[in-house]
C-alpha cells in the first residue's frame, strides 16, 4: 500500500491528525501569516479623491517617518481575516456551553436594526431635537428594563458587567456619604466573578470573603456575623455561580438593611430568572444586567459589552450622568451634575452609552416579549437541569437538588484516573464542543461550569451528553492518553501559556536586518 | 418563538426525565414571595416585520448624519467606513464567539487582537498596546490609574485641552480612588502652563493631542521637564486618524497614550460602542489594566497567540488586580483593525491629507463669514470658531436650515459664559465642497438675521 493509501486510511481512524501536507494547510483549515508579512509596499485597499490644494495648517508638528503599516489590496484584506475567523468557534457553529457566560444564539434582526442610519449614523452630540428616536429608544429600553427588575431607576451608560459594578458601588459609596459615613468593608462570597472584588476594592473598600455553605450558597450564618456598623454592602450573584439561587435571600437582604449596608446584586446570571423574578422583590438595591447575556447582545469575541445597573429610590438620586428626562417639547439629555442630576456621581463614560447595543437588546426584547423572555428562563433551566440529569451518574454534581440555568460539576469524577479538568476540557474541543468554565467557581476542586442557554435544542443536549459521556467511558477503560494529548485536530495543539507570560511578545516587530546583509 | 428550539413535546419530556411534574419545581428555590405569577407588565412577544416596523419608527425621527451637511466631532467623527469591514464584523465565527479563553478555538481572535495591537502601538509611536478597553474617555481614567501604580505617587493634572467627558470621568473615578486631580480652566487656543502644577507627588500629567479646540501642540519638552519631575506624561488622542498626518505622541516622549479608536471602521452609533486605546513603554507593561494578547508556540512547536500575562487581572488577582476591567470592545476593535488593513501606510496618509485640506478649506471659508473669527493657530481636520452670538442657539436654528453645523461648548460647560460662543467644527472626508459652501451661506444667512 502507498503512502498516500495509508494516511488516507489513517483519515478514517484519527480524523486526518497525521496527514502531512505540501502547503501546511488541511482542507478548510488555512495558514495564514500577520497581515505584517503581507506588505506590499504602497499598495492600498481604499482608492481615494486627491485633495484640494491648500496650505497646511499642522502647526509645523507634520509626520516625519513612515509608521511602517502594511499596504494591501481588498481581496487580500478579505482573504485575511475570512481565513482568521475560520479559526474561531462561535455560538453559530455550535453549542459554547461557558458557564456564567451565557452564550445564547444572537439573533440577526438585532444587528439589523442596530445599523438603521436614524440609529447607527447618528452623533452622540447633534441637536437633541433632532434625535428625538434615540432618546425615545432609550427611554423604552429602561422602561423594559425596570420594569423587569421592578426597580424604579435605572443608569445606562455602563459600558460592561464590571463598569455596572462600578456605577453600583460607587453609587452606593455617594448614599453612604450623604448620610454621613461611608463605610469600610464590602462582603462578597468566595464563589463571586473576580470583578467584584476588584470592583470594590477600585472604589476605595476592603474586601471580606464569605465562604460558602455545604449547599454552594452562601454561609448566611457567617454572612451575618461578618455584617457590622462599617460593613458598606454585599454584594451577592443570584442566582449564584454555583448555578444555585440564593434561597435565604429576602433574609439576607433584611439583615443587610438593618446593619444600615446596600445589598448589591451580581446581575450576570438574571437570564435564568428573567419574567419570573423581579429583584426588586429580593430586596436588592442595586444589579446590574449584562445586555450580552440576557438580552443577546452579541460578544463579539469579548466586547463591546453593555451594563446598565437598576437602582432603588434611595440610590437613584445618585446616578451618573447622563440622564433622559421627559421635557416639555420631548426628551431632553441632563449632561452634566446640576439641576435634577444635582446629586450625581458624575460621568463613567464619553457620551450616552453603548446605543449600538441598545437597540439590539430592546430588539430582542421586544421580539420575545413578556410571554417570550418568561419562556427564555424557564426553557434556560430546563436545559441545565436536563443536562445535570443526563450526565450526574457519570460526573460529580458539586451540590444537590435542582440547578438553575447552569450546572456546576468538580473533578472528583476524574480523580485518580491522571485526566485534568483541563484535559477535559481539551478533548471536547476534538469532539466538535467549546468546552464548558474551568476552574470557576474557586469553591469547588477542577470546577467545570456548564451553561446550554434556552436556544439549544434537546437533540444537541443529546448530543452533547453522549460525547461526554463517552469520553468519560473511554477514561473508565484507561485511554486517557488521548486527553494530554487533546486537542489534536485544531488549527494549533495545546499553547504554550507559560511561555507566553515568561518572555511576552505582544506586538509584531519586523526581522531585524542582519548584520551581513545591511554591510 | 422563533429563537427558541424546544416543542411542547420536547419540554414534557425532559421534564419527565428530569424527574418533575411542572417547570415550577425547577423554581422551588425561589422564596414564595419573590415567585411572579403571570407576566409582567410589557407588550407580547412579535414577528421580526412587527419589531422592524416599531424600531425603524424610531429611528426615522432622528435626522441622520449622512442626510444633512454635517459637521460635528468633539470626540465623535463621522468617515466613510468602507463595505468590506461591516461585511467581514458580522461573520458569525467573530461576532458570535467568546473571549478567547480557549486559544486552539480562538485563533482568529487571537491573531486579529495581536495585529490591532501592534498596530495601535506602531501608530501612537509607542512600544506596546493592550487589546483595547471601553472608550478613549475611560482609557484615559486607567492611564490616570495606571500612573499612579507606577509611580506610587496620588495626584495628577488635568490640562483645559482635555476633552471634557475625559475630565469628567477622570473626576468621577478619582473621587474614590482617593487620587488628587489639579485640573485646568479650559482656554480654546490659549497656552497653559502644567508644570507650574507638577511638585514631587505628582503621578502624571494629561494632555490632548490636537487638544479639544482642535489645536495641535508639541509636547516633546513637556515629556522631558515631567520625566525630571518624576512623572509620566499621558497624551489623550480623540481623533485617531490625526497621527496620519501629525507626529506621535511615542516620538513626544509619551509615557501612556489613551485614545479613541472610533474613526477607524466604527460608526457613530449615538456615542457607543466605541473602542479605547492604550499603549505605553515596555517597561510598564506589568501595570497595564485589559487584555493582552501575546505570541506563543504550540506542542508541535508551531506559532501561536494566547491571552497573557493574566495575573494582572480580576479574574486572577481579584481585588488586588490592576483594573476591575473584565470586557474589551473586541468587535470594535476588529472592524478597527480591517480599516486600518485596508487603508494601510499610504491610504492612512492620503486619508488624513484629505481631511486636512477639507478641514482648511472650511476654515477659511467659514472663517470669511462676517462676525465669525478662527480661534486656531493650527489643527487637524477639528477647529474651534467664535461666533457673535451663543452658538447653541446658532447650531439648533442651523439645525432647522437643514445643516449639523458642529458643537456648541456649551454643550460641556453651560456656566462659563466665556465659552458660550465658542463653536467646535468638524470636517472628514465625508464633507464635501458643496457641503461648506452650504454651511457658509446658511451661517451667513443666520447671522444676518440675527445680527439685523
Known sequence: MSEWSQALRAVGKNGGAGVATISGNRALQIEEPLLFEQDSPGHCGIDLPEPPPVKSRLGGLERRGAIGLPGLSEPQVVRHFTRLSQKNYAIDSGMYPLGSCTMKHNPRLNEKMARLPGFGDVHPLQPVQTVQGALELIDTLAHWLKTLTGMPAVALSPAAGAHGELCGIMTIRAALEARGNPRRRILVPESAHGTNPATAAACGYTVEAIPADATGRVDTAALKGALGPDVAALMLTNPNTCGLFERDIIEIAEAVHAAGAFFYCDGANFNAIVGRVRPAELGIDALHINLHKTFSTPHGGGGPGSGPVVLAAELAAFAPVPWIVHAENGFALVESETGVAADAIGRLKGFHGQMGMFVRALTYMMSHGADGLRQVAEDAVLNANYLRVLLQDVMSVSFPGTCMHEVLFDDRFLRDSGVTTLDFAKAMIDEGFHPMTMYFPLVVHGALLIEPTETESKASLDQFATVLRGLIGRIKAGDTASFAAAPQLTPRRRLDETGAARKPVLRWRPEPVHQAAAE | ?452
Open chain 2, 1 to 452: 418563538m422563533r429563537y427558541l428550539p424546544l416543542t411542547e413535546a420536547d419540554r414534557r419530556d425532559m421534564l419527565a426525565t428530569v424527574g418533575v411534574d411542572s417547570i415550577d419545581d425547577l423554581f422551588v428555590d425561589v422564596p414564595d414571595a419573590a415567585r411572579h405569577t403571570g407576566l409582567v407588565d410589557l407588550p407580547l412577544a412579535m414577528g421580526e416585520l412587527a419589531v422592524e416596523r416599531r424600531l425603524s419608527a424610531m429611528a426615522a425621527r432622528n435626522v441622520s448624519a449622512g442626510s444633512v451637511p454635517f459637521f460635528c466631532g468633539g470626540g465623535a467623527y463621522r468617515h466613510h467606513v468602507p463595505a468590506a469591514v461591516d461585511h467581514l464584523i458580522q461573520r458569525g465565527e467573530f461576532l458570535t464567539s467568546y473571549t478567547p479563553y480557549q486559544p486552539e478555538l480562538a485563533q482568529g481572535t487571537l491573531q486579529y487582537l495581536f495585529e490591532f495591537q501592534t498596530q495601535v502601538a506602531l501608530l501612537t509611536g509607542m512600544e506596546v498596546a493592550n487589546a483595547s478597553l471601553y472608550d478613549g474617555a475611560t482609557a484615559c481614567a486607567e492611564a490616570v490609574a495606571m500612573a499612579g501604580r507606577a509611580t506610587r505617587r496620588r495626584k495628577s493634572v488635568l490640562s483645559g485641552g482635555l476633552h471634557p467627558h475625559y475630565r469628567a470621568v477622570c473626576e468621577t473615578y478619582a473621587q474614590f480612588t482617593g487620587e488628587t486631580l489639579l485640573v485646568q480652566d479650559p482656554a480654546p487656543g490659549g497656552g497653559e502652563d502644567l508644570m507650574v502644577l507638577v511638585d514631587k507627588d505628582t503621578a502624571c500629567v494629561v494632555v490632548q493631542n490636537p487638544d479639544f479646540y482642535g489645536e495641535i501642540r508639541d509636547y516633546s519638552e513637556l515629556a522631558e521637564q515631567c520625566h525630571r519631575a518624576g512623572a509620566l506624561l499621558v497624551v489623550v488622542v480623540t481623533e485617531i486618524l490625526s497621527l496620519g498626518a501629525i507626529r506621535s505622541p511615542g516620538e513626544m516622549g509619551a509615557d501612556i497614550v489613551a485614545a479613541e479608536g472610533q474613526s477607524f471602521g466604527n460608526a457613530l452609533n449615538f456615542g457607543g460602542p466605541y473602542v479605547g486605546l492604550f499603549a505605553t513603554r515596555e517597561k510598564f507593561v506589568r501595570q497595564m489594566p485589559g487584555r493582552l494578547a501575546g505570541q506563543t508556540t504550540d506542542a508541535e512547536g508551531r506559532r501561536g497567540w494566547v491571552l497573557t500575562l493574566s495575573t494582572r487581572e480580576q479574574h486572577i488577582r481579584r481585588e488586588k488586580a490592576t483594573s476591575n476591567i473584565c470586557t474589551n470592545a473586541g468587535l470594535c476593535a476588529l472592524a478597527f483593525t480591517i480599516h486600518l488593513s485596508l487603508l494601510g501606510e499610504a491610504g492612512l496618509t492620503g486619508l488624513a491629507q484629505l481631511n486636512h485640506a477639507l478641514a482648511v478649506t472650511a476654515a477659511e471659508r467659514l472663517a470669511a463669514v462676517p462676525g465669525v473669527a478662527l480661534v486656531n493657530d493650527s489643527f487637524f481636520n477639528e477647529f474651534a470658531l467664535r461666533l457673535p452670538r451663543p452658538a447653541a442657539g446658532i447650531v439648533d436654528a442651523l439645525a432647522e436650515r437643514g445643516v449639523l453645523a458642529g458643537v456648541p461648548v456649551s454643550r460641556f460647560y453651560p456656566d462659563r459664559a466665556e465659552l458660550a460662543d465658542v463653536l467646535l467644527v468638524a470636517v472628514t472626508e465625508t464633507v464635501t465642497e458643496d457641503d461648506i459652501e452650504q454651511f457658509a451661506r446658511e451661517l451667513a444667512g443666520e447671522l444676518a438675521e440675527v445680527l439685523r
